[in-house]
Structures are given as structure tokens and as C-alpha cells.
């Protein structure tokens, strides 16, 4: 496995892996490689013949200092996992070296309105990080299928409209969410969690099963909404949002529609969690008044 730690390094591995020859598969992480990263890997594995994943804590999409600065950094037991995962190069590059001209004073991508909504309102300037980073990623890379997670739905519209309205010719390739056996969905920041809220946190995904049930059972959207948000508080949790949106452009839904989803972002304490499941509309065939 090659370690490339700059760009020259990796234009070079990217020449030699040739253009037209191998179909290369990326997979941009922060680090802390867990069994959700290494799904996002095997997913790039059989779409592509030559896989690289990146390794950066982008400073861009944090707006927290004190959340940068906790990041979990576990560089050589990623390196390990990435060996065993049969990865043929890891990009591991510096601040310095993604960011020469430092973050403030440079050119960013703006994410748009969708980057602006929910997860975006939450945490300002996050997807235009986001999408700056990646769009710098995709430039040096240069890959023909990148695999993001579900997990991370909000980020995965703002990179769909990433690759098409700035015309990326790269396949973008989604992984499910990655869940403990008691749902909770897999994320570095579940390190964070005391046992007591360890124990809590599977709640959020229960909750939006819940709210499915709920929407699937005839409640409106904003009494399913409501009901989660208040029984999330109950157990404990300090809810910044919980919506339905359109997956697309993650607009605040007040009916059902054909590619829906419930997302939600809560703390226990200090640790925020995030998740979300696809909700559609019942199918077009069934009568207004049935549904
Ligand atoms: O999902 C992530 O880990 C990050 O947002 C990404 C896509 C690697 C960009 O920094």
C-alpha cells in the first residue's frame, strides 16, 4: 500500500495507475477507521480495480474549534486496517498541504441553499467546507467512482449536486448506514459516549422507526414529528432538529412525498448524533383519500 502524504506524490501514483487502464474507487475519510468506513471501502473494492481513501480532518467544515480539536486522530491503526483491507495507496495529507495559502483567505465552494438547511443551520459554513474540500479532493484524485455513507444523507445530496452542477465526471456510489446490532448507527463520535449514554443512544434510530410507523400508520407529518421530538426528550435527549425532507434538497416537508426522509441531529450531554431513514409516499396508484 502506497502512503502519499503530497500532491506530487499523488499525481504521480495517479499517472502511473493510468487514466484509461484501471478504474480507480475513492473513499474520503477523516480517519478512525470503524466497520462503516471499512463497508465504504469493500463497496469501492467491487466497483473499482485500484482503491484509495484519503485520510483528512478537514478544518473547513468544523466551525467548532473545541470539536477540531477532539477529532479522534488514530493514524497508524488506520494505516494498519487500510493495509489489511488490500487499499492499493492511502492520501494522507497535511494542512500545509491541502490548504498552503491557510483557510481563511482562499477560494471556497458554496454549497448552495441545500447546504444552508438543517444539518447546514445547525453548523453554518459546515457544507461549504464540505464541499470544498472534496471538490479539491475529486480534482487530484481524479476517480472514477467516489463511495460516500447514508449515514451522512445531507452531505450525500450536497455531493450529488456537487458532481452535477459542477460537472465532476465521477460515479457517485452511497453505502448504507452501518448500525450496532441495537441500531445505532456507527460513528466516530460514539467513542464519546459514557456508558449510561451508550446505552440511550439507540433511541434516535428508534425514534425514526417510530416516526416511519407513525407516517406509514396515516399520522400527519407534524404530529409524527412532534410525538418523536417529545418522546426523544424523554429519554433524554436535546434535540437541535428532527424533520422530513425531500432527499434532494432537504426542504421541510409537510406531507409525505415520492423520496423522503426523516432526519434528525440530537445531543445526550455533549455528543451530538446524527441519523436519518428514507420515507416515501405510499404508491402513486393507491387513492388520495386512502393514503
Ligand atoms: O464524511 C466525511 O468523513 C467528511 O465529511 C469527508 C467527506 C471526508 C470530507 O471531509
Do not use: C
Request: net charge negative.
Amino acid at each position: 500500500m502506497k502512503v502519499l502524504r503530497d500532491i506530487d506524490e499523488l499525481r504521480e501514483w495517479r499517472e502511473d495507475t493510468g487514466f484509461d487502464a484501471l478504474r480507480v474507487g475513492f473513499v474520503p475519510t477523516m480517519g478512525n477507521l470503524h466497520a462503516g468506513h471499512m463497508a465504504l471501502i469493500d463497496h469501492a473494492r467491487r466497483r473499482s480495480e485500484s482503491v484509495i481513501v484519503s485520510i483528512f480532518v478537514n478544518p473547513l467544515q468544523f466551525e467548532d474549534p473545541d470539536d477540531l480539536a477532539r477529532y479522534p486522530r488514530t493514524e497508524e491503526r488506520d494505516l494498519e486496517q487500510l493495509e489489511r483491507a488490500g487499499v492499493a495507496a492511502v492520501f494522507l495529507p497535511t494542512e500545509a498541504v491541502l490548504y498552503p495559502h491557510g483557510q481563511n483567505d482562499i477560494v471556497r465552494v458554496d454549497a448552495g441553499p441545500l447546504g444552508a438547511r438543517l444539518e447546514g443551520a445547525a453548523r453554518p459554513g459546515h457544507f461549504t467546507g464540505v464541499a470544498t474540500v472534496v471538490t479539491k479532493l475529486f480534482n487530484l484524485v481524479r476517480p472514477d467512482v467516489a463511495v460516500f455513507g447514508e449515514k451522512d444523507a445531507q452531505q450525500v445530496a450536497v455531493i450529488r449536486r456537487l458532481v452535477t452542477d459542477l460537472d465532476f465526471p465521477v460515479e457517485l456510489a452511497i453505502e448504507p448506514t452501518h448500525r450496532e446490532p441495537d441500531g445505532l448507527a456507527i460513528s466516530s463520535r460514539n467513542r464519546f459516549l459514557s456508558e449510561d449514554q451508550r446505552r440511550r443512544a439507540p433511541a434516535v434510530h428508534r425514534a425514526l422507526k417510530r416516526a416511519a410507523e407513525s407516517l406509514a400508520g396515516g399520522h400527519t407529518v407534524a404530529a409524527t414529528l412532534a410525538g418523536a421530538r417529545h418522546w426523544l426528550g424523554q429519554q433524554g435527549f436535546d434535540v437541535d432538529y428532527l424533520a422530513y425532507v425531500d432527499d434532494a434538497r432537504f426542504e421541510e416537508q409537510t406531507r409525505l412525498v415520492k423520496h423522503g426522509r426523516l432526519a434528525v441531529a440530537a445531543r445526550l450531554g455533549e455528543v451530538r448524533l446524527i441519523d436519518n431513514l428514507a420515507v416515501h409516499s405510499p404508491s402513486p396508484a393507491m387513492p388520495e383519500s386512502e393514503r
